[in-house]
């Protein structure tokens, strides 16, 4: 069986105090892609921010990429951060710096110092989304969809396990979102997990795969879209 990069067993999550998600069990495997679902308020984020260690577990066990998030320290939080690849819908470039400022921002305040490493890996997650030339250009220079493309190629700097995206079409057109999902899905392909939260049934369909949907403080691990 391919080894898992998340496992949750018994996690209670909370927002303050308020339970929002009990008892889940998570088991998410390498290279795996996986929509998450579920009404608005249902708990998605809240789980996401459990797995990106932004919210502490209250019962049960977690690990993600091989950090145990029960005895998870703040200081151990950005090295996480490194194993993980966070989208959210919100594009979130640095308006006032080209594509390869953007990414290079990320690079060195992750330790990256060798200029000439810098730039190849930058040249190579830019081929990885297919924008290659875009690499001097301004955010606003560019499309809805190139710009998400470039936040995937920003995901992807420091080589993670996993990717998280939250609503990452929940901006872009139709035909914008579902080449999206297929680049996800071939990241996926090449071996990162891709946990997608979604409310684009579209899109779910267009894609078959396997769906953790949270309903009623629950966590239902296979479920399915009507
Ligand atoms: N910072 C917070 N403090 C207190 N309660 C919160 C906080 N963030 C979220 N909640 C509550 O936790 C519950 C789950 O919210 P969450 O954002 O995880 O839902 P969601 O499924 O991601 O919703 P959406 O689809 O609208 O993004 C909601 O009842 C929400 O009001």
């Known amino acids: 069986m391919a080894e898992n990069v998340i496992t949750l067993n018994n996690v209670d999550v909370f927002q303050q105090k308020h339970l929002v998600l009990s008892n889940v069990d998570l088991n998410i495997a390498k290279g795996e892609f996986v929509f998450l679902i579920g009404a608005t308020g249902s708990g998605k984020s809240s789980l996401l921010k459990i797995i990106y260690g932004d919210l502490h577990i209250g ?17 151990e939080v950005p090295f996480l951060r490194r194993k993980l690849g966070i ?9 006032d710096r080209t594509v390869e400022q953007n990414l290079e921002f990320v690079l060195k305040a992750t330790g990256w110092k060798d200029k000439n490493l810098i730039i190849e890996r930058i040249k190579d997650v ?28 920003r995901a992807l700097l420091n080589n993670p396990e996993i990717i998280l995206a939250d609503e990452p079409t929940g901006n872009l057109d139709p035909e914008t979102s579902e080449e999206i999902v297929m680049l996800l899905k071939q990241i996926s392909q ?18 078959p795969s396997r769906i953790i949907k949270c309903e009623n403080g629950l966590v239902h691990e296979d479920a399915q879209i009507a």
């Open 126 to 153: 830019l081929e990885k989304v297919g924008l290659r030339s875009k690499i001097k250009k301004m955010p606003h220079e560019l499309s809805g969809g190139e710009q998400q493309r470039i936040v995937i190629a």
């Open 87 to 95: 989208v959210f819908q919100d594009f979130q470039l640095l308006s």
């Open 190 to 207: 090449n071996g990162t997990a891709v946990l997608m939260a979604t409310h684009d049934y579209h899109i779910i369909r267009t894609f």
């Open 59 to 75: 019962n049960g066990e977690g690990s993600v990429a091989n950090f145990n998030l029960k005895t998870l320290s703040d200081k």
